[in-house]
């Protein structure tokens, strides 16, 4: 295996585990590696310190161990198992009301650079790191060992997640199965799962617990859902009796499916209504009195640079809920921006409420479900945060 040394001193994240290594921290390596190889790192010391995948770029190996070991197979089977054992622990594997939760969560599951989403019978897999595309074959493999015979299919989708300067020319495709049913189930509820087209691995799972507890916020109430994507928080307000519900998302592909998805639980209800347009020219224009709006926008701060104006967008949208909804209502309103952490999101939407002249109340304080685990050593792994507000 090649090797990587470290200059004096940059060794020290990595004895507090910290998964990522920098370039500027590398000294030399013996031969230069290839993209997505696995190599080992040393001290200045020449004592060995983590075994990673090489990638060109600011992080350079991304680690998948602090022990001498050989990444195969047999590797990746024990990380998965662990990963299906937290999963067990927390409840949602094995049951029949709930087909869907994340099962590999990046550095949250000491797997940097991979996420695996479970829909049913179908694992989608995705790829943020040339070293995780390079080894799905093996991964593939090691997951339908551990997963048994409730896996059917994997869907392999990483054509926008690589790096694009790698030049894979990665298309998505089914590594096992083939299967054309898209349906899952989350909570009792059903949808689609689009993980041919859809964003991310095709469906929000990040968002299960919330839309659980909005469920319990909608009886009677008429409900916005803003950027509702699949309509997740939709079909939940609907079966927690909301008296109509309005999703809005600016993709009409978005709109398409949030339909589709709404008429599996609900087929025929005249309680529901989508719109294609965009969220602040719905906001401006709107006169239906609405006493629950959620607000689950993109990430505004994709990277670091772009904090402060993503925070005037919290600002900008959140003023604009608190100024049109009725007395009495409730605000979900979401941030799943990594570079945002809860107090930049916290102030955003405290000046949002200052600037609307409302009294708003935070009734609950929302994170990531358990299935998206941050890695302690890995705080950065902590990014969708979420209040829930009375607004007076
Ligand atoms: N709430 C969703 C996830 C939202 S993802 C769920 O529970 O699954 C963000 C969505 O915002 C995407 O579907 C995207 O199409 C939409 N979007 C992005 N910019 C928008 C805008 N300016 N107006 C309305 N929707 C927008």
New binding site residues.
């Given amino acids: 295996m090649k090797k990587i040394f470290l200059k004096r001193g940059k060794d020290e994240s990595l004895r507090r585990f910290h998964p990522w290594i920098f370039s500027g921290a590398i000294h030399h390596t013996s031969e230069q590696p290839e993209e997505g190889e696995v190599v080992t790192v040393y001290t200045s010391e020449n004592e060995y310190i983590a075994t990673g995948h090489f990638q060109i770029g600011s992080i350079m190996v991304r680690v998948l161990s602090f022990e001498h070991e050989e990444i195969d197979k047999a590797f990746y089977m024990r990380r998965l198992a662990t990963a299906l054992d937290v999963r067990k622990s927390i409840g949602v594997v094995g049951r029949e009301d709930n087909t869907t939760y994340r099962l590999v969560h990046g550095e949250g599951d000491n797997l940097p650079g991979l996420v695996i989403d479970i829909y049913g019978k179908t694992a989608v897999m995705q790829a943020h790191s040339v070293g995780m595309h390079t080894d799905r074959e093996t991964i593939a493999e090691a997951l339908k060992e551990v997963m048994g015979n409730t896996l059917k299919n994997i869907y392999y989708k990483s054509e926008t997640t690589l790096p694009y300067k790698a030049e894979l020319g990665q298309e998505n495709g089914f590594l096992l199965g083939g299967s054309a049913d898209d349906v899952a189930i989350e909570n009792g509820l059903k949808f689609h799962v689009d993980w041919l087209k859809g964003?991310k691995t095709g469906?929000?799972v990040d968002?299960r617990n919330n839309?659980s507890l909005l469920e319990h916020y909608a009886k009677g109430r008429k409900v916005l859902?803003?950027?509702?994507?699949?309509?997740?928080?939709s079909f939940y307000a609907m079966r927690g009796g909301a008296e109509l519900v309005h999703s809005?998302?600016?993709?009409q592909?978005?709109i398409d499916l949030t339909n589709a998805n709404v008429e599996l639980n609900f087929p025929g209800d005249p309680r529901h209504e989508a719109f294609a347009?965009?969220?602040?020219?719905?906001l401006e224009q709107m006169t239906t009195p609405y006493d629950l709006i959620?607000l689950?926008?993109?990430a505004f701060a994709k990277h670091k640079d772009a904090l402060r104006n993503a925070l005037k967008g919290y600002t900008r949208l959140n003023k604009k809920a608190f100024e049109k909804i009725t007395p009495g209502g409730i605000v979900f309103t979401?941030s799943?921006s990594q570079a945002v952490d809860k107090e930049h999101f916290r102030t955003a939407v405290f000046s949002a409420a200052a600037a609307a002249k409302r009294k708003v109340r935070i009734l609950h304080q929302l994170h990531q479900p358990a299935d998206h685990p941050i890695n302690i050593y890995h705080p950065e792994g902590e990014y969708l945060k979420g209040l829930v507000l009375y607004v007076e």
């Fill in positions: 964003q469906f929000f968002q839309r859902n803003m950027f509702c994507y699949t309509g997740g928080f809005v998302d600016s993709s592909k978005a347009e965009d969220a602040f020219k719905f959620i689950d926008p993109p979401f799943c």
